[in-house]
């Protein structure tokens, strides 16, 4: 299993661009979760998937939209970059069996600088 | 919605020592506390979780204890080593809430020789 994976791990955008981060897992997991790690801020959630088709929003969701078509993939996406958005983003995936909570698996991150 | 404060920031200790971080929550609710580490440039990756239903965890140098009433929960570390260097992060969440952790601002722990 590759576990979590995301990509790219770096880009270098202008303002008013956008872009998709993407993010895949293997592992079948149900929840997906975006969060987005600044200094000093630990990490926050931005939006978050229970499953195929379902999508929240999560603490800090303005600028940022997502979609779950599938199982595997959780896409985020900017429709136009600001310098607020500089971060490193962290994409993140876990089940729950029996309702308990279970482990969440972090993906590598994606280092996004926004000019 | 929750708030979770995390205590100290940095934190310096000499190899061997133990070092505790302290975490506080603000949702009664919350029954689910994971604490995540941190090295420079890589992912966080769980090192242990606590539920409500406990009090205490131990997994060899590292235990977790919560204390509901207070609503506040702590990592131990003991015997420090140099690879404990980290940054630290506790976290919050309710089960069945499709994994929305609420994290903690982050402990940056330096074991010195």
């Known amino acids: 299993n590759a576990g979590v994976t995301q990509t790219p791990k770096f880009q270098v955008l202008k303002t008013g661009q956008s872009m998709t981060l993407q993010c895949a897992q293997d592992?079948?997991?149900?929840?997906m979760s975006w969060y987005r790690q600044d200094p000093g801020m630990g990490l926050r959630l931005i939006h978050y998937?229970?499953?195929?088709?379902?999508?929240d929003q999560g603490e800090v969701p303005n600028g940022y939209n997502v979609s779950r078509s599938t199982t595997e993939d959780f896409p985020l996406r900017l429709l136009s970059a600001a310098p607020s958005q500089t971060s490193v983003y962290f994409c993140?995936?876990?089940?729950?069996?029996?309702?308990?909570?279970?482990?969440?698996?972090f993906g590598p991150g994606t280092r996004l600088l926004v000019l | 919605g929750e708030n979770v404060e995390q205590h100290p920031s940095t934190l310096s200790v000499q190899e061997g020592d133990s070092a505790v971080i302290k975490c506080t929550y603000s949702?009664?609710?919350?029954?689910?506390f994971p604490w995540y580490k941190q090295e420079l440039g890589k992912r966080p990756q769980l090192i242990i979780d606590?539920?409500?239903?406990?009090g205490e965890k131990k997994d060899q140098r590292i235990a977790v204890t919560l204390n509901k009433t207070a609503k506040h929960f702590s990592l131990h570390i003991t015997e420090t080593q140099p690879e404990d260097s980290a940054v630290y992060f506790c976290?919050?969440?309710?089960?069945?809430?499709?994994?929305?952790?609420?994290f903690g601002t982050g402990t940056r722990l330096q074991v010195t020789l």
């Open positions: 993140a995936s876990s089940y729950t069996a029996g309702g308990t909570q279970e482990t969440q698996y």
């Open positions: 976290a919050a969440s309710i089960t069945g809430t499709a994994s929305k952790l609420t």
């Open positions: 998937s229970v499953g195929a088709g379902i999508t």
């Open positions: 949702d009664s609710a919350s029954n689910y």
């Open positions: 592992m079948n997991h149900e929840y």
């Open positions: 606590i539920r409500s239903n406990v």
